[in-house]
């Protein structure tokens, strides 16, 4: 599809991009011609789109990410109408979870599996696969497995892994057929809330956090229903899941939040403590939270960037302690003081103008502020 960006000078970019062979090089490219913020906001963006795509709510995408809604809609919007740039996430989604230990996390289920289960289990499910990065450990010990995914480019990625798999262990065996106990993995698109198999399994897994994404109301029992259904009777179901309790009692004060607006540490039931100031340093390690001053600005010299009150920002967020719906509460008011106008209609533009024209109903005039907004 041609790009309505196309350019010479944006021809020559990508052809640059093209060029580079590890992430290292990315590294380096993309440092001298971005800025950290720059970079780190197409990342929060790509983990947006991967959390639409697993039917996540705006609230807590937000939430995870420190992204806006409105932010989050325009990925939502691309995903939907754009040219189709964030399928490439499925082929670099390994690439985010890289620190993850596959391996150990492959010899715990197992552990799960003899400690729990009266015999080794032979078909095992694995629920919200993704490019199947649990299912081929697993695949690997012998296990029949079936991965179950929502993601047509997560699994055309899965089913990328199982070609190369299944190649290397031909080339290994010299033969025309896989070793014995050695199986090729099924996988399925489909909905991990109501999803159908073509018998029962002997055990169930749902790693990585992937429960949290059943966001809905009645979208963990449909998911458990389904579940119930097709794991045998004896058989087992291992998941693991974040919750407040989590982050209270086994994570305590060793966690740390940093969000460009506090209402996402709302959403959580994050403490906010502070903002960051202008030219601040903020590092987080195993070791704990650091913070450098040395590039700060004197209090005087701060300077606020007007769109963040009146735009940016979402209505419950606070910026310097300052309430951006109180903001512009009295930015509306101000507005009808001083530049008042003979109107029948007072229509906000953008939406989070919204807020001030709630003012003109103490006024002899419509607002339009309870029109819906164009999706």
């Given at each position: 599809m041609p790009s309505k960006l196309k350019d010479e000078k944006l021809d020559c970019l990508f052809r640059g991009i093209l060029t580079l062979e590890t992430v290292e090089?990315?590294?380096?490219?993309?440092?001298?011609?971005?800025?950290?913020?720059?970079?780190?906001?197409m990342s929060r963006r790509m983990q947006a789109a991967r959390m639409l795509r697993n039917n996540c709510v705006y609230t807590d995408i937000a939430a995870r990410t420190g992204l806006s809604t409105a932010t989050i809609s325009r990925v939502n919007r691309c995903l939907k109408y754009g040219n189709d740039g964030y399928q490439a996430l499925a082929g670099v989604y390994d690439c985010l979870n890289r620190e993850i230990d596959y391996g150990r996390w492959s010899a715990f289920l197992e552990a799960c599996f003899d400690r729990f289960l009266p015999a080794r289990p032979r078909i095992v499910l694995d629920l919200a696969c993704g490019t199947g990065r649990m299912t081929f450990p697993l695949a690997d010990r012998g296990y029949d497995m079936i991965g179950i995914d929502g993601s047509e480019d997560m699994l055309a990625e899965a089913y990328r892994k199982s070609t190369e798999r299944t190649i290397r262990l031909l080339d290994e065996a010299g033969t025309?057929?896989?070793?014995?106990?050695?199986?090729?993995?099924?996988?399925?698109?489909?909905?991990?809330?109501?999803?159908?198999?073509?018998?029962?399994v002997d055990a169930a897994v749902c790693c990585l956090d992937s429960i949290n994404y059943l966001c809905g109301d009645g979208d963990l029992n449909a998911c458990l229903a389904c579940l119930y259904l097709y794991i045998a009777p004896g058989g087992l179901l291992v998941f693991d899941v974040n919750s407040p309790v989590t982050f209270e009692k086994v994570y305590g004060g060793n966690a740390y939040i940093l969000?460009?607006?506090?209402?996402?540490?709302?959403?959580?039931?994050?403490?906010?403590?502070?903002?960051?100031?202008?030219?601040e340093i903020v590092t987080i390690t195993q070791k704990g939270i650091e913070s450098n001053r040395s590039m700060c600005i004197p209090k005087e010299q701060h300077a606020r960037c007007i769109f963040e009150y009146i735009y940016f920002a979402r209505p419950d967020a606070y910026i310097d302690g300052v309430s951006v719906y109180e903001s512009r509460l009295i930015a509306g008011r101000s507005l009808a003081k001083h530049h008042p106008v003979d109107a029948d209609l007072v229509v906000g533009v953008p939406e989070s103008g919204n807020v001030a024209t709630s003012l003109c109903l103490s006024f002899p005039?419509?607002?339009?502020?309870?029109?819906?907004?164009f999706e």
């Open positions: 090089d990315c590294y380096s490219f993309f440092e001298d011609l971005c800025t950290v913020s720059e970079l780190q906001e025309d057929e896989l070793p014995a106990g050695v199986t090729t993995p099924l996988f399925l698109c489909q909905d991990m809330r109501s999803f159908e198999l073509y018998g029962t969000a460009s607006e506090s209402c996402a540490l709302d959403t959580i039931g994050a403490e906010f403590v502070r903002d960051v100031e202008p030219g005039l419509r607002a339009a502020s309870s029109l819906r907004p």
